[in-house]
Structure formats: C-alpha cells, structure tokens
C-alpha cells in the first residue's frame, strides 16, 4: 500500500492572505517571481508578478473572471491591494 504525503510541494510554496471579503494566494516561483490569485467578492484574477527589493518590480494581469471594466486606475488599485496583502504574509 502507497501513502500520498500530506503536504506537496505546492503546499510550501503557497501563501495565503485574507483581509475581509478579499483574499490571496501566493506561489512563489523558482526564479523568485509570484503567482498571485486574487480573489475579491465574485471577481478572481490571475496575476504574474516579480519583486526586486521588497517591491513589485513588474506586475501583469494574466486573466479575469467575472464582469469588470479594466482601466489603469483598476490595475494600480490591484498592485497597491497586492503590495499591502504581501506585507500581512511576512
């Protein structure tokens, strides 16, 4: 009889965030970059992102799901969301 390990290694590598109604899961990559879920209410996306220093150095939204008008204003309030999420991790 096989036994499957109780914790993968997606397990370790993933973080999780939750402030409200808003949620957030973080891969670490391993070129150091991040996979970020974000959940907020109904509305998910998937975000790549890479940290130099302790802030995002490049952020690209991958994909939505749920009806939303992206707009740069959109986009910079995810990154702030993001960054302050990042820093309840640590």
């Known amino acids: 009889m096989n036994q499957m ?5 997606t397990d ?9 109604n808003v949620r957030a899961v973080f891969t670490e990559n391993t070129d150091g970059s991040y996979d970020v879920v974000l959940e907020i209410n109904s509305n998910k996306f998937l ?3 890479h940290n130099i220093a302790n802030q995002i150095d490049s952020l690209e939204l991958i994909s939505t799901k749920g009806f939303m008008e992206i707009s740069n204003k959109i986009i910079l309030m ?6 302050h999420l990042r820093y309840r991790l640590d």
Request: a positive charge; one cysteine or more.
């Open 78 to 83: 995810i990154k702030r969301l993001i960054e």
């Open 47 to 49: 975000i790549a992102m």
């Open 12 to 20: 370790v590598c993933q973080k999780r965030a939750c402030l409200d």
């Open 5 to 9: 390990s109780l914790i993968t290694q």
